[in-house]
């Protein structure tokens, strides 16, 4: 049990802390703007390769980095929602796919900035103190991950939640309302985006080195899998979704529970097998998900 | 006699090779409550769609008129018209799932200032700023949960127009408005088209086939057929005119 207290359980929860962030912005995204982001780790993978970048090369340091990077992929964001937010969902889904792929295969051939697929570091913490640093820069990233899912629960009950609610449920009818829903789209897609980015950034000094497969669709489809689990429709879901995919797999398996050696290697296949096997039982007894109802909303 | 809010001026809609709408001048909005009419097919709901800009014209111009202003609507999206006071209320019913009645009346009173993703402290503001007119359309329309869903379709149907009534728009196209509803509501709706236009200057025009509703509340009716509009004047000069006789009603006298 020793080794749950140590710095590697510190280490592993920190990286639930952001999954569980980008779970409730997909949830924010998806089941409030209606948006159907498949690229959630492209915006992720470009917050956290600019933030390296500017870090490491241009010597920026790493408050003014972090801002930068999340801006950056606000803008690069933008440009993309102009391109497909007025299309319909399964364009939206494959257009964010194709982007998550750009993403990860510029991070592979550009090799003069990325260092191909070897990657590059080392990041470093913003601040150094000493056996503490991980522990203190943990409850940062947790303070973020409080005010996000403050902000998405005020959302919620406001008046600007009610106007994404009503483009999600009727985009045209909201039009005929007097409401630019075309602008509000490419707004939200654009700051909720940079809010990926910025965890993104987050994420850089706890990997410490980055290379393009951490980048990879696995990580979209997780986070998806884990909404869906959660509830996509609950503030928690996607906190408990995150608990009962990456959390128990990544962390309780493989950290407390005793896998001989011969069998280990396997994990991280039978995870996904796993994954795929709640998700069907999850979509046929309790389609929204374990915070959700039992069955679907009847509708009117 | 008031001034006119819509002017077209050779408005031409092709469908194929067929001409659906033709129209070489007419202005609408001189009197409170005008109402258009014609039998299936005389291009009612397209003209609707033209000025509401759902369906794209090919040819002509639509004027609209604001303080005194003349603005070409043609090149306006939909939620500019709306904002520029011109509204329709829907023949299908539509409606929001994810939100209450009263969330939906909410959403209408709101507008761009409130709607920020950076203010989200704002909600019991809008709600004390709205509240007074949002009872007086839920008292006056008795619904059964305001803060559920609306549930029937004459609900619906009801709450589509009141949606649209809140933004006060200055024209007001209503295609069917009383299909579907209750006796009794539909003498409601009425009552407020009538209320409406005559305190607050609103002007509405209204499709309908129920000709007992046009007779009653139209001040000025217009005939349309075949894409053109063909007559127009006062509910009783339509009701006795030949060609509308001919062409709608049978040769049995209604």
Avoid at chain 1, 125 to 142: E, I, K, Q, R, S
Avoid at chain 1, 230 to 253: E, H, N, P, Q, S
């Amino acid at each position: 049990m020793e080794q749950l207290f140590s710095g590697y359980m510190i280490y592993s929860l920190s990286f639930l802390l952001i999954f569980i962030a980008l779970a409730t912005i997909l949830h924010l995204q998806f089941s409030i703007g209606g948006i159907v982001n498949f690229g959630i780790v492209g915006f992720w993978g470009l917050g956290m390769y600019a933030f390296a970048l500017l870090n490491l090369k241009l010597n920026i340091p790493f408050v003014p980095a972090v801002l930068l990077a999340s801006a950056l992929t606000g803008i690069v964001s933008m440009a993309l929602g102009r391109i497909i937010l007025n299309l319909d969902d399964q364009a939206v889904l494959v257009g964010t796919l194709a982007f998550a792929t750009i993403i990860e295969y510029l991070a592979t051939t550009e090799k003069w900035l990325t260092n191909g697929v070897m990657g590059f570091g080392t990041i470093k913490f913003p601040f150094d103190l000493g056996a503490n640093t991980l522990f203190v820069y943990f409850l940062v990233v947790l303070v973020f991950l409080i005010l996000l899912m403050f902000y998405v629960s005020k959302i919620k009950t406001s008046p600007y939640g009610r106007l994404l609610l009503s483009i999600k449920d009727n985009e045209i009818l909201s039009q005929s309302l007097g409401k630019p829903t075309f602008r509000h789209k490419i707004i939200f897609f654009t700051v909720t985006c940079s809010l990926i980015g910025f965890f993104g950034a987050m994420t850089a000094p706890l990997y410490n080195y980055i290379f393009p497969r951490m980048i990879g669709p696995g990580i979209t489809f997780t986070i998806w899998i884990a909404l869906m689990l959660g509830g996509r429709k609950k503030l928690l879901g996607g906190f408990i979704g995150i608990l009962a995919t990456i959390g128990l797999f990544d962390y309780v398996i493989e950290t407390v529970v005793p896998i001989p050696t011969q069998y280990a290697e396997m994990v991280p296949n039978v995870k996904f097998a796993l994954y795929g096997l709640t998700l069907m039982l999850v979509l046929m007894f309790r389609p929204l998900g374990i915070l959700g109802d039992k069955k679907r909303e009847v509708k009117g | 006699m008031r001034e006119k809010v819509l002017h077209l001026r050779n408005v031409i809609k092709r469908f194929g090779g067929r001409t659906v709408v033709d129209i070489k001048d007419i202005t609408f909005g001189t009197h409170g409550i005008e109402g258009l009419i014609g039998p299936n097919g005389a291009g009612k709901t397209t003209l609707i769609g033209l000025i509401s800009r759902k369906v794209s014209m090919d040819q002509g111009q639509i004027l609209y008129y604001q303080d005194k202003n003349e603005m070409d609507i043609s090149k306006k999206s939909l939620d500019e018209l709306s904002r520029m006071g011109l509204v329709r209320t829907n023949q299908i019913i539509q409606d929001f799932e994810s939100l209450s009645i009263r969330d939906s009346l909410l959403l209408s009173l709101a507008n761009s200032k409130h709607e920020k993703f950076y203010n989200i402290f704002n909600e019991k503001e809008l709600r004390k700023n709205t509240e007074k007119e949002i009872e007086k359309y839920l008292d006056y329309f008795n619904f059964e949960d305001p803060d559920g869903h609306a549930l029937s379709a004459g609900e619906k149907k009801l709450l589509d127009i009141i949606r649209c009534m809140v933004l006060k728009p200055k024209f007001l196209l209503m295609d069917e408005p009383t299909a579907g509803l209750p006796h009794d509501q539909t003498d409601k709706v009425i009552e407020l088209m009538k209320k409406k236009t005559k305190e607050e200057g609103m002007a509405i025009l209204i499709v309908e086939h129920d000709l007992d509703l046009i007779w009653t509340v139209s001040e000025n009716v217009y005939f349309m057929s075949e894409g053109e509009i063909l007559i127009k004047g006062t509910p009783d000069e339509i009701r006795k005119n030949k060609t509308v006789i001919n062409k709608y009603m049978g040769e049995s006298e209604c």
